[in-house]
């Protein structure tokens, strides 16, 4: 394999893992991407290490796309928060099971005043 699997970075300093992700999975899409090119010579390797690069920063973003997606939903659904609870009571069950027959005792004009 190629020298570069050795070193974490050869772009001219530049890493781009922050300090809070995994190395260890940046190392591993690296060498996966390595693996597959098998890049010869320094412009080949760092032509397959900024490949690496974007394909990790699609990968943040689609977390953080993912994160900004989940708070959304949380806020969006904040004034019905109970109501949700009890939908959702799956989630845990001994806990939602009062709050579920609350719900479905519950009249129109309750639901109205809430």
Known sequence: ??????????????YPVLPWENAEEYAALLASVIAEYNPNGPTEEHLVEELAGILWRKYRLRLADAAAHQRGHEDATEPYRGTVDAALVHRDVDKQLERV???VRTTQVQTEEE
Request: glycine share 6%; net charge negative.
């Open 1 to 14: 394999m190629s020298k570069s699997q050795d070193i974490p970075h050869l772009n001219y300093g530049y």
């Open 101 to 103: 027959v609350d719900a």
